[in-house]
């Protein structure tokens, strides 16, 4: 049943669903799976083997509560077959829930005691003689309690309004019709203009439900948190939801004033009140799924960024009165020396920071120059370039100086994580370290970050923590194993996002590695206590050992698979390091050749790709962005400016950049082509370099506005672009509007498809 489900809901064939589930049930991990199960899977990827397992965990705890509503209601001796069918086709835990309303223990509502009071009768009677006068009907069921009339037709009603709101059937519907003609409705509260500035957009607002995006919708929620914006669920024309409910139940409303009301009241008191809590928390579920999937995408990006690899590199921490914090490390992140010094007010011993620094790096061989992107970057970078200008002149190979993103190096350097790294040394000074070390490799030291610290997330502090921690964990994992990671230099932190290596297994792995010396080979790994064979099935592929006894070790072909090479290097009559590298001959094989019924061929064209270019890193090549000399404030900025830059953050609504002013400039999505681009993230990913013109930059606001579009004007109308016709299928039309409303409750039913 779930294997049938989620084949559906993906389009993909059952039989891959339920391997995926079996070797998910067998304790397989994403990326292995991914990886090196591609003839069981059919090829899936990690990305829809998560949503795979997601899904899996939804339709169980669905079916589990399935069973628990048919056993209370069993209980009670008012299960039907009907009932029954009904509980277990639901797909969804919400309409599980609505079905199971009538049966939920709760409260005792006025609709029990007027029940009680013998008032269900009348509720009949008010249904079945609609032209009767009201009042004295009700004179016939006066009782304790309801010894007016008054009183006896308000519990009738009170009891007619509960036969609405128990109803699975209609709560659904006029729950649907709610989101899908409803809009959202926003304005300022009183008094709170100039404090709340920042949410100006949203003091005159209104957005129909389906359309809100996820960023808009969590400003809202933002704003509204904030007390600066009051947010209403605006569900439109009242007498649609009226001729819902009257139709369902067949209420002759236009012969019945009472009724009329009833159905009226019912709708404003009970159905609105509930449907729309029910949308408020869908559209909070939207935006929390838009965020994660922005924080997952910009997440991967940051920590697949270009490595600029090993090379002696000089982190600067930047600074004013605390001073610009250094530290020098190898080309292997060893650090060598640190130091702080003051070059920048109110100290201002420019010179004798200048000399200091030269020195470090004519004594380490330095090559590059990691500036941090906070407070004083631009003066620290300048320093950077004139140190590097000192070197040149005297003769030495002159360092790069690289501006690189901070996000995170103080949380670190606060971390136990860096107490344990550092003991001696001062926490200022780790976060210097921290900058070198994530421009070397920024996928090694990033690791050691909790994801949401690195800055690259929207909204992330309004969304759910535990889903935004196993998303963000899973992008981690992700990146790590697709890289690979060395045996003989990774860090714990980096070991414990491998495959199947637990934080116990990473310990162990440095532990042994610390009294043993080298991995020699992935066998060795056998030898780390509490690493066993499930263990080692699913980390061995992702390790590399480089110099070791075995060539494949270095290489992302899974020990289980060294069989195949085998096979692959008789046929060719050359040696495995013959082989390795060789692509006039691995170009000329055929897959199909060396598959058998344990490696098919998806697993062997893998294989003699990975001997082609063996442990070949997916990231990209080392670049980066050269900001404009003079340019380090909003205020220096002029409108029509071309400016280098990297894209630092991708949202929904587009792209931030930092041009070397302190501040993000913001590349709207209508100004990143020509073209209609409906995600960001077809155009630009972050750690991109680009290059874009100004258009605005305002001071006061602290926002600056860019486009990518270089021969756009400022101050002129933004060009539109231009989307791509999309052929209709034949006889698809377009959706209407629904008519205006008429007024009537007649036109009402009609509208909703229910009138008679």
């Keep these: 049943m779930i294997a049938t489900t989620i084949a559906r809901e993906l389009g993909v ?31 899936l990827d990690d990305t829809q083997l998560r949503t795979i397992e997601e899904r899996a965990t939804y339709l169980r705890e669905l079916e589990e509560r399935k069973e628990t509503v048919l056993a209370a209601i069993e209980e009670q001796g008012k299960l039907t077959e009907d009932l029954r069918a009904l509980i277990q086709g639901c797909e969804t835990k919400a309409r599980l829930e609505d079905l199971y309303l009538p049966f939920k223990k709760r409260r005792r509502t006025k609709a029990d005691i007027a029940r009680e009071a013998g008032l269900e009768p009348l509720t009949d009677a008010l249904i079945k003689d609609p032209a009767a006068d009201p009042a004295t009907l009700a004179a016939a069921y006066l009782t304790e309690g309801f010894e007016e009339e008054k009183k006896a037709l308000e519990g009738a009603r009170a009891i007619l309004i509960d036969r609405f709101a128990l109803d699975a059937d209609l709560v659904g519907e006029v729950r649907e019709q709610m989101y899908r003609t409803g809009q959202l409705t926003a304005g300022v509260i009183k008094g709170k203009e100039q404090e709340g500035a920042k949410f100006k957009d949203y003091f005159e607002f209104a957005e129909p439900f389906t359309k809100l995006p996820s960023h808009r919708i969590l400003a809202l929620l933002r704003g509204e948190s904030e007390g600066i914006l009051h ?29 009329a009301d009833a159905v009226r009241f019912g709708w404003r008191t009970k159905l609105a009140v509930s449907s ?15 965020a994660l999937d922005v924080f997952a995408t910009n997440l991967r990006d940051v920590l697949l960024a270009a490595p600029a690899g090993q090379r002696a590199t000089l982190g600067l921490d930047p600074g004013f009165r605390n001073g610009v914090k250094c530290a020098v490390v190898d080309p292997t992140g060893k650090v060598l020396a640190t130091t702080i010094v003051y070059p920048h007010q109110p100290q201002n011993r420019w010179e004798a920071a200048r000399q200091e620094l030269a020195g470090l790096c004519a004594t380490h061989g330095v090559d590059l120059l990691a500036v941090g992107n906070g407070t004083a970057s631009r003066e620290t970078e300048k320093l950077g370039n004139e140190v ?6 005297a003769g030495g190979k002159r360092p790069t100086p690289v501006v690189v993103s901070e996000s995170g190096a103080s949380v670190y350097s606060a971390s136990e994580l860096a107490a344990a790294e550092f003991p001696g040394m001062d926490v200022s000074l780790r976060g210097a370290v921290s900058i070198a070390r994530r421009l070397q490799d920024p996928l090694a030291e990033l690791v050691k970050i909790d994801p949401k610290a690195i800055g690259v997330g929207q909204y992330q502090h309004d969304v759910n923590q535990t889903a935004l921690a196993r998303t963000l964990d899973g992008v981690v994992e992700s990146a790590v194993n697709a890289v690979g990671v060395d045996l003989n230099t990774a860090s ?46 699913q980390c061995a592929g992702f390790l590399r050992i480089t110099g ?16 195949v090479v085998a096979r692959i290097a008789a046929a060719t009559g050359l040696g495995v390091d013959e082989l390795i590298g060789n692509t006039r001959v691995l170009s000329q094989l055929r897959p199909a050749d060396f598959a058998d019924d344990t490696f098919g061929i998806p697993t062997v064209t893998d294989i003699i790709a990975e001997l082609d270019k063996p442990g070949r890193d997916p990231r990209p090549e080392f670049r980066t962005a050269t900001f404009k000399e003079g340019v380090e404030k909003i205020s220096d900025l002029v409108p029509g400016m071309i400016l280098e830059g990297t894209v630092t953050n991708v949202a929904a609504f587009g792209a931030f950049v930092d041009v070397g002013v302190h501040q993000d400039g913001l590349v709207h999505v209508s100004a990143m ?28 606001r602290q926002r600056i506005g860019l486009s990518l579009r270089l021969d756009d004007e400022p101050g002129q109308p933004a060009k539109k672009p ?15 509007k629904p008519a205006a409303p008429a007024g009537s409750m007649a036109e009402a039913l009609k509208r909703a498809g229910l009138g008679r």
Excluded: C
């Design 276 to 290: 729309g809590l029910d949308v408020r928390m869908r559209l909070k579920e939207t935006a929390e799924e838009g």
């Design 388 to 393: 590097a200008d000192l070197i040149q002149t």
């Design 231 to 259: 947010l209403n669920l605006d569900p439109g024309d009242d007498t649609v939801y009226e001729g819902m409910i009257a139709g369902r139940f067949d209420l002759p409303v236009d012969q019945s004033t009472w009724l």
């Design 13 to 43: 064939r059952e039989d891959q669903i339920r391997a995926v589930l079996d070797l998910l049930a067998e304790g397989n991990t994403v990326p292995f799976i991914a990886r090196y199960r591609k003839e069981a899977t059919g090829g």
């Design 548 to 563: 070791g006894s075995d060539p494949l070790d270095a290489s992302a072909v899974h020990p289980e698979a060294y069989p």
């Design 673 to 700: 082509s020509d073209k209609f681009v409906s995600d960001p993230r077809e155009v630009v990913r972050s750690g991109q370099v680009v290059r874009v013109k100004v258009m605005e930059a305002d001071v006061d």
């Design 492 to 537: 714990v932190p980096l070991l414990e996002r491998v495959a199947g290596v637990t934080a116990t297994l990473a310990k162990n792995i440095v532990t042994h590695r610390d009294d043993n010396g080298a991995f020699p080979n992935r066998k060795a790994l056998l030898k780390v206590p509490r690493l066993g064979p499930r263990a080692y099935e």
């Design 722 to 736: 231009r989307r791509e016709k999309q052929q209709r299928p034949r006889g698809q039309h377009q959706q209407q």
